[in-house]
């Protein structure tokens, strides 16, 4: 079974290895949903209660990125190097994490599963 949330964030950026226009900074309203799969408990019947998720979530990976220039967190930051930035600081704390997926706009998105 599958579980997931949404959560939103808000940084700057500029891709200094990119010959374009978003080598110049910019930002982007990042939506992230975080999926973990596991079973229900057999007492509660959940996997992980949603809020709880939720709060792992902003605790151990947002409150790095949001409201941030991510070329002080990361030297690339590309959708790519950050939501493999994420899945480590969360894989850290739900070892049942089994998809990120990080929204740059409502149009482009990259999907992370782990290596």
């Not at 579980?3 to 992230?32: I, M, T």
């Not at 850290?92 to 706009?105: D, G, K, N, V």
């Amino acid at each position: 079974m599958e579980l997931s949330v949404e959560v939103s964030f808000s940084a700057g950026h500029s891709l200094p290895e990119y010959d374009g226009p978003c080598r110049r900074v910019h930002g982007h309203n990042y939506k992230l949903i975080v999926t973990i799969a596991g079973k229900a408990d057999a007492k509660s019947g959940m996997v992980l209660d949603f809020e709880e998720l939720r709060r792992l979530v902003i605790k151990d990976a947002l409150e790095l990125v949001d409201h941030q220039n991510l070329n002080d967190v990361l030297p690339n930051p590309t959708a790519e190097a950050i939501v493999i930035f994420l899945w480590e600081r969360l894989k850290q704390t739900l070892p049942s994490l089994h998809e990120l997926r990080l929204y740059e706009t409502p149009e482009y998105w990259v999907t992370y599963r782990g290596e």
